[in-house]
């Protein structure tokens, strides 16, 4: 379509702790403008991954890049990437809107059009009259609203969730999922890791599902949903379900990139990777 870079690639990405992997050689092109969501079962490798594709942690092979700057130039790639981990890193003793201004200036924004923007995302997530409360006053859901805006403060080309709705009530998760809408609206790119169905359902424009640090199947939700055994009537619970039992092998419905198909029958269209 267009020369640019993806906004995300990774090749033979791995991570291992005392000689085990926990992240085995995965593959991943994300495009720029799209979300992607991550899925796999607890402990299947995606916040390693997600720490190795911000610089947070050095894999121990393999390569990635974001926006073609190399996961090697830390500085590179933290000017083009923000990151909401599942616990966001705030300081108790300072309030919200302290928090929000201290991250700025370890950020280097530009002090003027940044306090305007903290105002407007305060607002925009229900924060203004709770912002110069101490954050250890604050509920989980409120922390992590806080955790999410200094993620998109310095509005980054790529950025990393990792269960941005946890601890939300809907209307607080219904906020976010808008917000993720516009970030995409804006040309920027999702890499959103959750455990809930439903949101990658309504907002990912491609799904890798994680198992035992392997990517085992690829694609567009339809298409996953499609290929799986359940056929028409299928979700992505049942691709999820199907994909990561123990009895499954890393031999699973896999989009081609090419053309975006998944190949023939159900188990025809299982594909080695
Ligand atoms: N620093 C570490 N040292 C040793 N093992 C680690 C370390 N960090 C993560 N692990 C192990 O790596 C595996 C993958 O963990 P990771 O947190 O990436 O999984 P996850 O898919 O994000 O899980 P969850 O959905 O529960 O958040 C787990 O077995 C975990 O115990």
């Not at 990774?10 to 085990?20: I, N, S, Y």
């Not at 903290?118 to 509920?139: Q, V």
């Not at 999922?177 to 990912?204: K, M």
């Amino acid at each position: 379509m267009t020369d640019e870079p993806p906004a995300i690639t990774a090749r033979e990405l791995t991570k291992a702790f005392d000689g085990e992997p926990v992240v085995d050689g995965i593959d991943l092109t994300v495009e720029q403008g799209s979300v992607y969501g991550f899925l796999g079962p607890n402990g299947a490798g995606k916040t390693t991954t997600m720490r190795m594709l911000t610089t947070l942690t050095a894999p121990t092979s393999g390569d990635a890049a974001i926006l073609d700057t190399s996961i090697t130039d830390r500085d590179g790639v933290r000017s083009h990437v923000g990151y909401l981990p599942e616990e966001p890193p705030v300081f108790d003793e300072l309030t919200g809107r302290e928090q929000l201004r201290y991250f700025a200036q370890l950020r280097d924004l530009p002090p003027e059009p940044t306090a305007d923007r903290i105002e407007t995302w305060l607002d925009r997530f229900d924060l203004t009259d709770d912002a110069d409360r101490r954050l250890d006053d604050y509920s989980k859901g409120m922390r992590q609203k806080i955790g999410l805006i200094q993620a998109l403060l310095h509005e980054p080309e790529v950025v990393f969730l990792d269960e941005p709705t946890s601890g939300l009530d809907p209307r607080a998760a219904r906020t976010v999922i808008n917000a993720i809408n516009a970030l995409t609206d804006n040309g920027q790119t999702v890499f959103l890791s959750t455990h809930i169905l439903s949101v990658v359902e309504e907002l990912a424009d491609s799904v890798g599902v994680l198992y035992e640090g392997e990517l085992v199947a690829e694609g567009a939700p339809d298409e996953l949903t499609a290929a799986a055994e359940a056929g028409a009537d299928s979700t992505l619970e049942d691709v999820f379900l199907s994909v990561t039992t123990e009895s499954s092998t890393a031999t699973t419905a896999v989009a081609d990139s090419n053309d975006g198909e998944v190949a023939g029958e159900p188990d025809a269209a299982a594909t080695e990777r």
